[in-house]
Nanobody, 125 residues
Framework: VQLQASGGGLVQAGDSLRLSCAASGRTRSGLTMTWFRQAPGKEREFVAA????????HYTDSVKGRFTISRDRAKNTMYLQMNSLKPEDTAVYYC???????????????????WGQGTLVTVSS
């Protein structure tokens, strides 16, 4: 699966952004699609996932209630709606996908086969 992330930018604290991740290639059913982020000097961390193309959505605690992950299967595109952005949300955001995951592994970056190129989100205070 080839992934193309977009939608990042420079915003102020409290603003909103919507990231997109367009998938192409072998976008079979049961594909888990996930957002990770990596801040400068930090490890890549899990943000949100749509497990196996279904209604199972998962978030890291720091974004619950502010971020929403969704998918448009007709367009093979995943979105991350980010509201009430904070300076600590500043990072490069990556989308990732895999058809081989079990639920216990969705938060682990090395579990994923395919990655997008990343899109930078900068939140100023």
């Amino acid at each position: 699966v080839q992934l193309q992330a977009s939608g990042g930018g420079l915003v102020q604290a409290g603003d909103s952004l919507r990231l997109s991740c367009a998938a192409s290639g072998r976008t079979r059913s049961g594909l888990t699609m996930t957002w990770f982020r990596q801040a400068p000097g930090k490890e890549r961390e899990f943000v949100a996932a749509n497990f196996r193309s279904g209604s199972s959505l998962h978030y890291t605690d720091s974004v619950k209630g502010r971020f929403t992950i969704s998918r448009d299967r007709a367009k093979n595109t995943m979105y991350l709606q980010m509201n009430s952005l904070k300076p600590e949300d500043t990072a490069v955001y990556y989308c990732a996908a895999s058809s081989r995951l079990i639920l216990s592994t969705i938060r682990i970056p090395s579990s994923y086969d395919d990655w997008g190129q990343g899109t930078l989100v900068t939140v100023s205070s």
